[in-house]
């Protein structure tokens, strides 16, 4: 949560921002351009103008953090805006946000924050191969088992049940903190409420032992 001091440093980031051929401008000490101060401020009108004017490559820069503006709207539930930047360049959805070992696909972060409609938006649109254990170039299979922890964690088990199929080996990995989707599920009482998901997430445990 901002203060009402930093409040007011990014509404006059902004406000300097919005001018003509500003739109890429580098416009806080961040690192950010007036279209990241735009979501951060929560401007979705200005942010969804700014995505109209400004080049498709341009929507991949990145801020000192790393944070792409698909990865700071994927914290919200603004699936229009999200859709906007991804209409307008659908390599977004590959672009990890971060600096460090543990940056991560626009996917992973809006599941990191509980957001169930971006996750399904996002998770439909990410190239399934940067998810799969198997494929040399897709971190190891780290991606795809952070995102199916993740999952699990927030109780959204149909997504988790689809990567899960796709890939059953996630289910026996452990993501970089060392945790293990078969251990987060059996504390999970919520995964057996169903009857048309207890047996799949049953057998699936048993299985994984």
Not at 20 to 32: L, R, Y
Not at 49 to 55: A, Y
Not at 110 to 129: D, E, I, N, Q, W
């Amino acid at each position: 949560m901002f203060t009402g001091v930093e409040k007011n440093h990014l509404y006059e980031d902004l406000y300097n921002a919005i001018e003509p051929n500003a739109t890429i401008t580098i416009v806080s000490s961040h690192g950010d351009t007036a279209l990241h101060i735009a979501i951060l401020s929560g401007k979705i009108e200005i942010a969804l103008d700014l995505v109209k004017k400004i080049p498709p490559e341009e929507l991949e820069i990145s801020n000192e953090f790393g944070a792409t503006p698909l990865s700071l709207a994927a914290i919200t539930e603004n699936i229009t805006l999200t859709k906007a930047m991804v209409e307008k360049n659908n390599n977004l959805v590959t672009i990890k946000s971060g600096n460090t070992m543990q940056s991560s696909l626009p996917v992973i972060v809006a599941s990191m924050y509980g957001r169930k409609r971006m996750v399904h938006y996002l998770y439909s649109k990410t190239p399934k191969h940067l998810l799969d254990p198997d494929n040399p170039n897709a971190n190891n299979g780290l991606d795809g088992v952070l995102l199916l922890n993740n999952l699990i964690t927030a109780d959204f088990y149909d997504i988790a049940s689809e990567l899960l199929k796709l890939f059953p080996k996630l289910g026996i990995m452990a993501d970089h903190l060392g945790d293990y989707a078969r251990h987060k599920l059996a504390y999970k009482p919520s995964a057996f409420a169903s009857g048309s998901i207890f047996p799949y997430w049953k057998q699936w445990i048993y299985n994984c032992e």
